[in-house]
C-alpha cells in the first residue's frame, strides 16, 4: 500500500486515481442527462474542488458555464467551524440552474453558506455535486445530489484537498494514518 509524508503527517492511499475518475465519469452521465435544456452555471469552490470541478465540467455535455469562489474553514487537519469569505461572487445567477461542485462535504457550514448565498441572489434551483461525503460528520439538512464516493470522518488529502496546502497535487486520495 502506498504511504506518503507531507510536512510532519504520513498518509496511505485511499481512494486510487481510477477509482475516482471512473466516479467522475459516471456523475458527468447523470448530470448531462438530469440537466439537458436548463440554464446551468457550475460553481466551484476553491481551492479544494479545482481538481474535481475540472475533470467534471470537461465531461458536461451541455451549454452551461463554470464559475469560482473561495470559502474557507479548515485549519490544520480540523475544521475550524467558522467561514471566511476570501474570494466573493462575479456570476448574475438569477433564475439559473446552479450546481456547486464541492471537494467534500463533512459538517456542512461552508455548504450552508454558499446555499444562503445563492438563495439570497435568487438562483431558480441548486443542486450540490460532491466528489466525497463524510455521513457521519453532516449536520446539515441540505440535500447532495450528485455524491462521488463516501467516505468515514478521516482526514484526507489529495485530488484538490490539502494539508496546509500541500498534497493538492496528487492524483489519488490519501487517509492520515494516525499517530
Given at each position: 500500500m502506498k504511504e506518503i509524508r507531507i510536512l510532519?503527517?504520513?498518509?496511505r492511499e485511499f481512494i486510487p486515481e481510477e477509482t475516482i475518475q471512473l466516479r467522475i465519469e459516471q456523475l458527468a452521465k447523470q448530470l448531462n442527462k438530469d440537466l439537458a435544456g436548463k440554464d446551468v452555471v457550475f460553481l466551484g469552490i476553491l481551492n479544494g474542488a479545482f481538481l474535481f470541478a475540472a475533470d467534471l465540467f470537461r465531461r458536461i455535455n451541455l451549454e452551461a458555464?463554470?464559475?469560482?469562489?473561495?470559502?474557507?474553514?479548515?485549519?490544520?487537519?480540523?475544521?475550524?467551524?467558522t467561514i471566511k469569505e476570501l474570494i466573493g461572487w462575479n456570476e448574475d445567477i438569477r433564475n439559473k440552474t446552479i450546481i456547486v461542485i464541492e471537494d467534500i462535504v463533512d459538517t456542512g457550514?461552508?455548504?450552508e453558506r454558499i446555499v444562503d448565498e445563492l438563495i439570497i441572489r435568487k438562483a431558480f434551483e441548486i443542486k450540490i455535486a460532491t466528489m466525497l461525503y463524510k455521513p457521519?460528520?453532516?449536520?446539515?439538512?441540505?440535500?447532495?445530489?450528485y455524491v462521488g464516493i463516501e467516505i468515514?470522518?478521516?482526514?484526507?488529502v489529495g485530488y484538490g484537498l490539502d494539508y496546509n496546502g500541500y498534497g493538492r497535487n496528487l492524483p489519488s486520495i490519501y487517509t492520515l494514518i494516525p499517530e
Open positions: 510532519d503527517k504520513t498518509f458555464r463554470i464559475s469560482f469562489v473561495k470559502l474557507a474553514s479548515y485549519e490544520g487537519t480540523t475544521s475550524s467551524g457550514n461552508t455548504l457521519e460528520a453532516y449536520k446539515k439538512k441540505i440535500p447532495l445530489d468515514p470522518n478521516d482526514f484526507v
